[in-house]
């Protein structure tokens, strides 16, 4: 990449690639599985779980399912976490033989594995990510994107808006302006942290 043209081209090219991630009500026939590789779901053998999962899907010729390896989502103690797109289905504390059941039940016949369901802490089982109560009452900022991009592609980041402030400094800021921004950035953060 050299240009803002070729940032921006490959931000539209791919978020209608990952429309799918983005617009949970999204009218596609495309699956995709969003497998964690945070740090407690690759200790509790999530990259076994991404390689079944392409093995099974291989073995098969299942087309229009994708494997995604995602972040972390910030619930290491109930991974591994895998989550099915469009539905939003949330499995937690997936193992590798668990994965033919995904497959089969819910890629190919749409069924929900009820047994791997999260459970919240009142014991009720939760289909999606944010119903659960430690979710709630949070807005992601920093972190939003965890769990919806692959931390290794940088495409996928620019599609999320990745670079976003670089663009508007190199098309619509000054270097006073620029300066100045980073100047009261400092000042506020000092501000701040002897709060």
Not at 44 to 62: D, M, R
Not at 104 to 118: A, F, S, W, Y
Not at 158 to 178: N, R, S
Request: proline content about 3%; some cysteine.
């Amino acid at each position: 990449m050299k240009t803002l043209q070729e940032i921006e081209k490959i931000r539209q090219e791919k978020k209608k690639e990952l429309e799918l991630r983005i617009n949970k009500s999204s009218n596609t026939c495309e699956k995709h599985i969003l497998v964690c590789n945070g740090t407690g779901c690759t200790s509790s053998k999530s990259p076994q779980i991404l390689e079944k999962f392409n093995e099974i899907i291989k073995e098969k010729k299942i087309e229009n399912v994708r494997v995604i390896k995602t972040g972390c989502f910030g619930l290491c103690a109930k991974g591994p976490i895998v989550i099915i797109r469009p539905q939003d289905t949330f499995y937690a504390m997936v193992k590798p033989e668990d994965c033919q059941e995904i497959i089969e039940k819910h890629i190919q016949n749409g069924e929900i594995v009820t047994r791997l369901l999260c459970k919240d802490i009142d014991g009720s089982k939760v289909n999606s990510l944010d119903e659960l109560n430690f979710y709630k009452k949070q807005k992601r900022i920093a972190l939003k994107n965890c769990g919806l991009i692959n931390p290794e592609d940088i495409d996928e980041y620019i599609a999320f808006d990745g670079y976003l402030a670089l663009q508007k400094v190199l098309k619509e800021m000054t270097p006073e302006q620029v300066i100045q921004t980073v100047t009261d950035s400092r000042t506020s953060w000092s501000w701040r942290s002897r709060v």
